[in-house]
């Protein structure tokens, strides 16, 4: 520390011997005039040394301070020794104005200078996203059109006696299957690129309790897996039901790929002071750590492997936070492998109402999925799949 400062001390040094001479100066009283010499050599030297080492507030200000003080007390010793003018006096102030304007210059120029660094390495940062992005893009839209024209280029070199029908056929299937993949992946791209513009949403008041529950009966028939609704929360809620049903769905068809026959998907919601919490769990094998804060991120795969042969592009859940974030709100994941995940989506603007007694009275009138609390051992089957109603006073995983 003390080789950091030598500078400094070198500068006081030289200060302290200027201001013994501007004293000598005076007690010898036939120097009239000289001593703003070493007055001058105090301020220019103290000038130069502040543009090299250009201190944070609290050194400039102790600097200052010693220099206008201890120049001014001896210019006013001058003065009452006849050896300086009145007017001199004013010399001090105004070099400590000087120097106080070059301080803020230098403050302002770093502040620039440090903007610009900033905005040059989000740039750098934007541009790496994009070169990723373009990269990955380019990659998924590629291979749809790869396979689609190897079996068209196959079709066409088995077709020299005749086209055959099932070949025809099945050749048609995977075209069309290829197409329509890209056509999922374009929408998904473009309604992320969407979820940017102020007028991507249609904000309306929501029932929240009706919106997750109209949810959550839609996803029982189309995997086997043991779906549980939780409690929900009352209230009503500003967003786009829409885009928010799409957002939910994109997290539990995340759910279904990442779990098993038989594992538990639970989904509920809870208030939170002004916030909406909706919560998605799963019982499945869970999310790497490394993965985990790369999840939202588009293309991004856990498991590339499974996500290639399940059809996924890595594009749901970027288009999940995509909506949510359009919403003012935010989503996040916590997991542990082998141990299941959590996603919580979080929208602002709740209002509550008071407490129902559960989103539903009875049973639904057309699918069997009990969402008011019944007998301790209530549970029903549909379409293969395992649906339970959570009772607050025996939630296995209780939510929030």
Not at 21 to 28: G, P, T
Not at 268 to 276: I, N, Q
């Amino acid at each position: 520390m003390f080789a950091d400062s030598r500078p400094e001390w070198a500068w006081i040094l030289f200060a302290i011997v200027n201001l013994a001479a501007i004293e000598f100066m005076i007690r010898q009283g036939n120097l009239h005039g000289w001593q703003t010499v070493p007055f001058h050599f105090i301020y220019v030297s103290f000038t130069i040394l502040y543009g090299f080492r250009a201190w944070r507030t609290g050194r400039t200000v102790i600097g200052i301070l010693f220099v206008t003080v201890s120049t001014g007390l001896l210019t006013v010793h001058a003065i009452s020794a006849g050896q300086e003018e009145v007017p001199e006096l004013t010399e001090v102030p105004l070099m400590t104005l000087m120097f106080i304007a070059m301080v803020y210059h230098v403050i302002r120029r770093q502040q620039a200078t440090a903007i610009a660094q900033e905005l040059a390495v989000e740039r750098q940062a934007l541009l790496d996203r994009e070169h990723a992005f373009f990269s990955d893009a380019s990659h998924e839209l590629m291979t749809p059109l790869t396979i689609a024209r190897g079996h068209l280029e196959l079709l066409d070199r088995e077709s020299g006696a005749g086209p055959d029908w099932q070949d025809v056929a099945e050749t048609r299937g995977v075209v069309l299957a290829e197409l329509a993949r890209m056509e999922r992946i374009v929408d998904r791209l473009l309604l992320v690129e969407r979820a940017l513009s102020p007028e991507f949403l249609r904000l309306a008041s929501v029932d929240a309790a009706e919106l997750v529950t109209a949810v959550f009966r839609r996803w029982p028939a189309t995997a086997d897996r043991r779906w549980t609704l939780a409690r929900v929360a009352a209230g009503s809620v500003p967003v786009d039901a829409d885009q928010l049903t799409l957002a939910l769905d994109l997290v539990l068809e995340n759910a279904v790929v990442h779990t098993n026959e038989g594992d538990r998907i639970t989904m509920g919601s809870a208030a939170e002071g002004t916030d909406l919490v909706i919560r998605i769990r799963d019982t499945g094998r869970g999310i790497d750590a490394q993965a985990l804060p790369h999840i939202f991120e588009r293309f991004f795969r856990g498991d590339r492997g499974r996500s290639r042969r399940t059809g996924g592009a890595g594009l749901g859940l970027s288009v999940a936070r995509a909506v949510i974030a359009a919403h003012g709100g935010e989503i996040r994941a916590t997991s542990a492998p082998g141990a299941g995940a959590t996603f919580e989506l979080r929208l602002p603007g709740l209002r509550e109402r008071q407490p129902v007694a559960g989103a539903a009275d009875g049973l639904d009138g057309d699918r069997p999925i009990e969402l008011a609390p019944q007998p301790a051992d209530a549970h029903v089957h549909h379409v293969g799949a395992r649906i339970e109603a959570i009772l607050p006073d025996r939630a296995q995983e209780p939510l929030p």
